[in-house]
């Protein structure tokens, strides 16, 4: 029964995802076809042909039920500036995305929760101090920024535009170092970023679990502080945290847009500086639909592992 | 004792954070009216570009030969009007939506419920960037695109908040004794969920802050103003990084940072006096 209607809420979340996708980019005020073709010279003509290749012409519900079933068949459209259709420039670019984020997500949880625990369990020292200031100063930093000043500081020590070399040997091992050299700036911009709030979330949620009864007992049965902390709070402390670190994908999502942008890291990111500074209304629309459906999808997953870690959860 | 002192040094921080806010207001106001417009004119101005600090120019100058110095200090207004704008419609959409879906059940709260936790998810960021890039560009269409994509996480608190109060006995009493859903909002509902809302709100200028500088380096604030995002927007369009124009980087970043931190302490300070540990 919980599982259908985790289900069913995902899907009516998708739904509502395409609903927005269609009415974000044509209830608003203003004609898309003229600010797709702003600064370039057009006759009425040309912008009724436009019009009448994009659907425009016809009433909304009808425009509404031929982007619902051409999204249901994977069809999102053609891009204005690629003039290929927007599903293929899509998946073009998300390989480079997933291993940018992969990456940084994989240490940035692993860094964060660790630092989360040591600066909880030592609640006041100087390392939860100075752990605690750095979280918060980073998370005040604009991401973007900090990049832009990475690159400034390490000068030529790692490239810092594209994600490979034109000159590179083409053998695998050549090419694997070359895109993990590239790798190093964004990554560690992302990292910083995104570090910062999973240390933060695990501190309190760790923090939580410092007074409860348990710990009391696992002291009494003489455990050393050590492993009271790694067998009996941290176990419990962990499972809030992941499944918050999954919440908040869309944070990583965000992140990645503005890192892409200042590397010129060739993923999704950056192609949504390219659909924004077109307008390429089409693209973006493919690109929030396929983002936003992304995040849906992993708030699933967030919710069935939670399940299935935590048998707790299965009770409520 | 520890919580004493974790509790003096969030007043501390707290109050170093509204310093940091008082000199940005005070910088934001006279900038304006101390500046002369030739200094900022593009045409007009006469110094040479990228010129390092030193005298007449303490911040050096940008690709264009205007003073850095000026050009932040006209900037700091922009950053905290679309700033504290943004979070007060962000908040103020949070508070209604929360105390309406709080208050009534049945279907309105079930919709209210599930529209907030469908934008909760998505990632601000991205709906932010769709209406500013559909919408005419300008001060107002970002404040609208940061207002109307971050007031879930308001909204979900101020609901849980609303819940709690009304599960209070003289909640009951009121009610008991003819109270409709007015008074009970405005008498006991609101004043319970003020507080609330105030840490909320200074917590959202910080990042209303950070989205506003964010859009502004993706090139979409309003281009005929000057704001610190829009700072960095120029300086990476026109090559500071590899220039490695320090100057031109370093303070408009560090500006952002410093009345973001200090929102954010204010906003810590207020929970820890608001929301005393139990």
Not at chain 2, 106 to 135: E, H, K, N, Q
Request: glycine content about 10%; some cysteine; proline content about 5%.
């Amino acid at each position: 029964m919980r599982l259908a209607g985790r289900f069913g809420g995902a899907a009516l979340s998708l739904l509502m995802v395409a609903v927005l996708g269609f009415f974000l980019f044509r209830v608003v005020p203003g004609d898309p076809v003229v600010s797709m073709t702003r600064g370039r010279p057009t006759t009425a003509a040309m912008q009724a042909e436009l019009r009448a290749q994009f659907g425009l012409d016809r009433s909304l519900p009808e425009q509404f039920w031929s982007y619902f079933t051409s999204l249901l068949r994977g069809d999102l459209g053609t891009s204005f500036t690629f003039r290929r259709p927007v599903a293929d420039v899509i998946l073009e670019r998300l390989g480079p995305t997933v291993l940018l984020v992969g990456t940084a997500t994989l240490i940035a949880v692993l860094l964060g929760l660790w630092l989360g625990v040591r600066s909880a369990w030592r609640r006041g020292s100087a390392f939860d101090r100075v752990t605690t200031g750095v979280s918060l100063t980073l998370w005040a930093v604009p991401t973007f920024w900090l990049g832009m000043l990475l690159m400034m500081v390490t000068g030529d020590l790692f490239p810092s535009r594209g994600m490979r070399d034109t000159d590179t040997a083409p053998d695998f091992v050549s090419q694997a170092l070359d895109v993990g050299h590239h790798l190093v700036l964004p990554s560690v911009t992302l990292v910083a970023v995104v570090c910062a709030e999973y240390a933060l979330v695990m501190r309190s949620s760790l923090l939580e679990e410092m007074h409860a009864p348990y710990l009391t007992t696992a002291r009494a049965k003489g455990l050393r502080d050590d492993l009271v902390r790694r067998r009996h709070a941290v176990p419990n402390a962990v499972l809030p945290a992941i499944t918050l670190v999954f919440l908040r994908f869309g944070l990583v999502v965000a992140g990645a847009i503005t890192t892409e942008t200042v590397f010129s890291w060739p993923g999704l990111g950056l192609l949504f500086y390219d659909a924004l500074t077109g307008p390429d209304y089409f693209l973006l629309q493919g690109l929030l639909v396929v983002t936003a459906g992304a995040v849906v999808v992993m708030n699933l997953l967030a919710d069935l592992l939670h399940g299935v870690l935590d048998p707790r959860v299965k009770v409520v | 004792m520890s919580t004493f002192r974790a509790g003096l040094l969030a007043q501390r921080t707290g109050t170093a954070g509204a310093a940091v806010l008082v000199a940005a207001a005070v910088i934001a106001l006279v900038a304006p009216l101390l500046i002369p417009a030739d200094a900022l004119d593009v045409t007009r101005v006469t110094a040479a570009a990228w010129q390092l600090p030193g005298a007449g120019h303490w911040l050096g100058t940008d690709h264009t030969g205007r003073s850095v110095a000026l050009l932040m200090a006209q900037g700091t207004g922009t950053s905290l009007f679309v700033g504290l704008t943004a979070a007060v419609l962000s908040v103020g959409i949070g508070t209604l939506v929360g105390v309406l879906s709080g208050h009534f059940g049945g279907l309105l709260a079930g919709a209210l419920l599930r529209v907030t936790d469908f934008f909760l998810v998505l990632p601000a960021l991205v709906l932010a960037i769709a209406l500013s890039t559909v919408l005419p560009r300008g001060l107002g269409t970002i404040i609208l695109a940061i207002g109307l994509t971050s007031w879930p996480s308001t909204a979900r608190m101020v609901r849980a908040q609303t819940l709690t109060i009304e599960a209070r006995p003289f909640v009951e009493r009121a009610r008991a004794l003819g109270g409709g859903h007015a008074h009970v909002i405005g008498r006991h509902v609101l004043p319970s969920v003020v507080p609330l809302v105030l840490v909320n709100a200074t917590l959202a200028v910080a990042s209303a802050i950070v989205a506003e500088s964010t859009l502004a380096f993706l090139g979409l604030g309003d281009p005929t103003r000057i704001s610190w995002g829009a700072l960095l927007h120029q300086a990476q369009l026109h090559g500071a990084v590899p220039q490695r124009a320090w100057w031109y980087l370093l303070p408009p970043g560090l500006a952002i940072v410093a009345v973001v931190l200090a929102f954010t302490l204010v906003g810590r300070a207020l929970e820890a006096v608001v929301t005393p540990k139990r």
